[in-house]
Protein backbone atom coordinates (compact mmCIF):
# COMPACT_ATOMS: atom_id res chain seq x y z
CA UNK A 1 0.00 0.00 0.00
CA UNK A 2 1.24 3.22 -0.63
CA UNK A 3 0.26 5.01 2.69
CA UNK A 4 -1.71 7.74 3.31
CA UNK A 5 -1.74 9.47 0.77
CA UNK A 6 -2.50 13.57 1.22
CA UNK A 7 -2.99 16.47 -1.24
CA UNK A 8 -1.98 18.71 -1.95
CA UNK A 9 1.31 19.08 -0.11
CA UNK A 10 1.75 22.76 -0.20
CA UNK A 11 -1.24 25.60 -0.63
CA UNK A 12 -1.02 29.45 -0.48
CA UNK A 13 -4.10 31.15 -0.64
CA UNK A 14 -5.80 34.58 -0.12
CA UNK A 15 -8.00 35.30 3.21
CA UNK A 16 -11.55 34.72 2.56
CA UNK A 17 -10.66 32.25 -0.30
CA UNK A 18 -12.43 28.82 0.32
CA UNK A 19 -9.65 25.47 0.96
CA UNK A 20 -9.81 21.96 0.39
CA UNK A 21 -7.42 19.52 1.68
CA UNK A 22 -7.61 15.71 0.60
CA UNK A 23 -6.71 12.41 2.20
CA UNK A 24 -6.45 8.97 1.00
CA UNK A 25 -6.43 6.59 3.56
CA UNK A 26 -4.91 2.98 3.58
CA UNK A 27 -7.13 0.54 2.30
CA UNK A 28 -9.19 -1.68 5.21
CA UNK A 29 -8.17 0.98 7.65
CA UNK A 30 -11.94 2.10 8.81
CA UNK A 31 -10.36 5.37 11.11
CA UNK A 32 -10.00 8.52 9.22
CA UNK A 33 -8.09 11.48 11.56
CA UNK A 34 -7.66 15.29 10.82
CA UNK A 35 -5.25 16.85 12.70
CA UNK A 36 -3.79 20.02 12.44
CA UNK A 37 -0.07 20.84 13.85
CA UNK A 38 1.20 24.73 15.17
CA UNK A 39 3.89 26.16 16.85
CA UNK A 40 1.37 27.23 19.71
CA UNK A 41 -0.82 24.52 19.66
CA UNK A 42 1.26 21.40 18.72
CA UNK A 43 -0.71 18.17 17.39
CA UNK A 44 -4.28 18.82 18.13
CA UNK A 45 -7.08 16.31 16.40
CA UNK A 46 -9.82 18.34 14.81
CA UNK A 47 -12.20 15.98 13.80
CA UNK A 48 -12.31 11.63 13.29
CA UNK A 49 -14.33 9.36 11.16
CA UNK A 50 -14.97 5.60 11.81
CA UNK A 51 -16.75 4.13 8.73
CA UNK A 52 -16.98 6.72 7.22
CA UNK A 53 -18.82 8.32 10.21
CA UNK A 54 -17.82 11.17 11.88
CA UNK A 55 -17.43 10.21 15.60
CA UNK A 56 -16.01 13.47 17.30
CA UNK A 57 -15.66 16.83 15.83
CA UNK A 58 -14.94 18.59 18.97
CA UNK A 59 -11.75 19.24 17.86
CA UNK A 60 -12.45 21.65 14.74
CA UNK A 61 -12.31 24.96 15.47
CA UNK A 62 -15.23 26.47 14.55
CA UNK A 63 -17.87 26.38 12.21
CA UNK A 64 -15.55 27.58 8.90
CA UNK A 65 -14.32 23.90 8.82
CA UNK A 66 -16.12 21.37 7.60
CA UNK A 67 -15.00 17.52 6.87
CA UNK A 68 -16.42 14.69 5.02
CA UNK A 69 -15.59 10.90 4.32
CA UNK A 70 -18.04 10.13 1.36
CA UNK A 71 -16.56 7.02 1.00
CA UNK A 72 -13.95 4.65 2.58
CA UNK A 73 -11.31 5.89 0.35
CA UNK A 74 -11.89 9.57 0.36
CA UNK A 75 -11.96 12.49 3.10
CA UNK A 76 -11.72 16.34 2.66
CA UNK A 77 -11.27 19.12 5.05
CA UNK A 78 -12.47 22.07 4.24
CA UNK A 79 -12.12 25.86 5.49
CA UNK A 80 -14.60 28.51 4.36
CA UNK A 81 -13.90 31.33 4.59
CA UNK A 82 -10.06 31.03 5.08
CA UNK A 83 -8.33 33.24 7.93
CA UNK A 84 -4.29 33.88 8.40
CA UNK A 85 -4.69 31.95 11.56
CA UNK A 86 -5.47 29.00 9.94
CA UNK A 87 -2.04 28.69 8.59
CA UNK A 88 -0.53 25.33 9.43
CA UNK A 89 0.53 21.93 8.53
CA UNK A 90 -2.69 19.50 8.34
CA UNK A 91 -2.44 15.79 8.63
CA UNK A 92 -4.62 13.45 7.68
CA UNK A 93 -3.92 9.64 9.44
CA UNK A 94 -5.76 6.27 9.12
CA UNK A 95 -6.27 3.36 12.02
CA UNK A 96 -7.94 0.08 12.28
CA UNK A 97 -8.93 -2.17 15.02
CA UNK A 98 -7.88 -5.38 13.58
CA UNK A 99 -5.38 -7.55 15.21
CA UNK A 100 -3.73 -8.39 12.08
CA UNK A 101 -2.25 -4.66 11.94
CA UNK A 102 0.34 -3.87 14.46
CA UNK A 103 1.84 -0.52 13.45
CA UNK A 104 -0.99 1.82 15.26
CA UNK A 105 -1.69 5.16 13.14
CA UNK A 106 -0.52 6.11 9.98
CA UNK A 107 -0.11 9.49 8.66
CA UNK A 108 -0.16 11.11 5.53
CA UNK A 109 3.05 13.41 4.55
CA UNK A 110 0.48 16.61 5.39
CA UNK A 111 -0.68 19.86 3.63
CA UNK A 112 1.24 22.83 4.24
CA UNK A 113 -1.33 25.41 4.71
CA UNK A 114 -0.67 29.14 4.27
CA UNK A 115 -2.80 32.10 4.39
CA UNK A 116 -1.97 35.71 3.23
CA UNK B 1 -8.88 13.94 28.96
CA UNK B 2 -5.98 11.95 28.94
CA UNK B 3 -2.43 13.82 29.50
CA UNK B 4 0.73 12.98 27.76
CA UNK B 5 4.20 14.39 28.92
CA UNK B 6 7.31 14.24 27.42
CA UNK B 7 10.97 15.21 29.02
CA UNK B 8 12.83 16.38 28.25
CA UNK B 9 11.64 19.25 26.06
CA UNK B 10 14.98 19.74 24.07
CA UNK B 11 17.88 18.30 23.90
CA UNK B 12 21.72 18.55 22.40
CA UNK B 13 24.02 15.81 21.56
CA UNK B 14 27.22 14.87 20.42
CA UNK B 15 27.35 12.40 17.39
CA UNK B 16 27.82 9.27 18.85
CA UNK B 17 26.07 10.10 22.35
CA UNK B 18 23.12 7.99 23.87
CA UNK B 19 20.11 9.42 25.12
CA UNK B 20 16.78 8.44 26.79
CA UNK B 21 13.53 10.30 26.12
CA UNK B 22 10.84 9.77 28.23
CA UNK B 23 7.32 9.90 27.89
CA UNK B 24 4.24 9.92 31.22
CA UNK B 25 1.09 9.05 30.64
CA UNK B 26 -2.42 10.41 32.98
CA UNK B 27 -4.24 6.74 32.51
CA UNK B 28 -4.67 3.35 31.05
CA UNK B 29 -3.68 3.31 27.44
CA UNK B 30 -4.91 0.69 24.29
CA UNK B 31 -2.32 2.09 22.00
CA UNK B 32 1.47 4.19 22.24
CA UNK B 33 3.42 5.46 19.48
CA UNK B 34 6.89 7.36 18.95
CA UNK B 35 7.45 9.54 16.09
CA UNK B 36 9.99 11.19 14.67
CA UNK B 37 8.90 14.70 12.72
CA UNK B 38 12.13 14.93 10.42
CA UNK B 39 12.93 18.65 9.56
CA UNK B 40 10.63 18.36 6.41
CA UNK B 41 8.14 17.71 9.17
CA UNK B 42 7.20 14.46 8.09
CA UNK B 43 5.92 12.06 10.92
CA UNK B 44 7.51 8.59 10.98
CA UNK B 45 6.29 5.80 12.78
CA UNK B 46 8.61 4.55 14.75
CA UNK B 47 7.28 2.28 17.13
CA UNK B 48 4.02 1.26 18.39
CA UNK B 49 4.39 -0.18 22.01
CA UNK B 50 1.53 -0.01 23.90
CA UNK B 51 3.63 -2.44 26.44
CA UNK B 52 6.86 -4.40 26.18
CA UNK B 53 9.84 -3.60 24.45
CA UNK B 54 11.03 -3.37 21.39
CA UNK B 55 14.44 -2.59 19.28
CA UNK B 56 14.96 -1.42 15.66
CA UNK B 57 18.12 -0.77 14.62
CA UNK B 58 19.93 1.77 16.70
CA UNK B 59 16.57 2.54 18.41
CA UNK B 60 14.57 0.93 21.30
CA UNK B 61 11.60 1.58 23.12
CA UNK B 62 9.71 0.33 26.07
CA UNK B 63 6.78 0.91 27.89
CA UNK B 64 5.38 0.18 31.33
CA UNK B 65 2.04 0.21 31.35
CA UNK B 66 1.55 -0.39 34.72
CA UNK B 67 3.31 2.25 35.59
CA UNK B 68 2.68 4.91 33.14
CA UNK B 69 5.42 5.84 31.24
CA UNK B 70 7.38 5.00 28.30
CA UNK B 71 11.12 5.39 27.43
CA UNK B 72 12.41 5.66 24.02
CA UNK B 73 16.62 5.09 23.62
CA UNK B 74 18.67 6.37 20.96
CA UNK B 75 22.01 4.74 20.82
CA UNK B 76 25.04 5.95 18.87
CA UNK B 77 23.01 8.81 17.80
CA UNK B 78 23.64 10.02 14.15
CA UNK B 79 22.94 13.71 12.72
CA UNK B 80 20.16 12.17 11.10
CA UNK B 81 18.63 11.64 14.14
CA UNK B 82 17.78 15.60 14.63
CA UNK B 83 14.34 16.75 14.71
CA UNK B 84 11.35 16.49 16.83
CA UNK B 85 10.22 13.25 18.85
CA UNK B 86 6.59 12.65 19.77
CA UNK B 87 4.91 10.20 21.66
CA UNK B 88 0.92 9.93 21.46
CA UNK B 89 -1.11 7.98 23.16
CA UNK B 90 -4.86 6.42 22.80
CA UNK B 91 -6.67 6.16 26.07
CA UNK B 92 -8.34 2.60 26.83
CA UNK B 93 -11.46 4.74 28.06
CA UNK B 94 -14.75 2.91 26.24
CA UNK B 95 -15.13 4.67 22.96
CA UNK B 96 -11.96 6.76 23.48
CA UNK B 97 -10.42 6.14 19.92
CA UNK B 98 -8.06 8.96 19.74
CA UNK B 99 -4.24 9.67 19.73
CA UNK B 100 -3.38 12.03 22.21
CA UNK B 101 -0.03 13.90 21.43
CA UNK B 102 2.95 15.06 23.49
CA UNK B 103 4.19 18.78 23.14
CA UNK B 104 7.38 16.27 21.88
CA UNK B 105 11.50 16.60 22.59
CA UNK B 106 13.53 18.41 20.30
CA UNK B 107 16.77 16.84 19.39
CA UNK B 108 19.73 18.19 17.33
CA UNK B 109 22.84 16.47 16.87
CA UNK B 110 25.90 17.77 16.28
CA UNK B 111 28.70 16.10 14.59
Known amino acids: DAGVIQSPRHEVTEMGQEVTLRCKPI?????LFWYRQTMMRGLELLIY????????DSGMPEDRFSAKMPNASFSTLKIQPSEPRDSAVYFC??????????????FGSGTRLTVV | GIQVEQSPPDLILQEGANSTLRCNFS?????LQWFHQNPWGQLINLFYIPSGTKQNGRLSATTVATERYSLLYISSSQTTDSGVYFCAVESAARGYNKLIFGAGTRLAVHP
Open chain 1, 27 to 31: SGHDY
Open chain 1, 49 to 56: FNNNVPID
Open chain 2, 27 to 31: DSVNN
Open chain 1, 93 to 106: ASSTDSLDWDYGYT
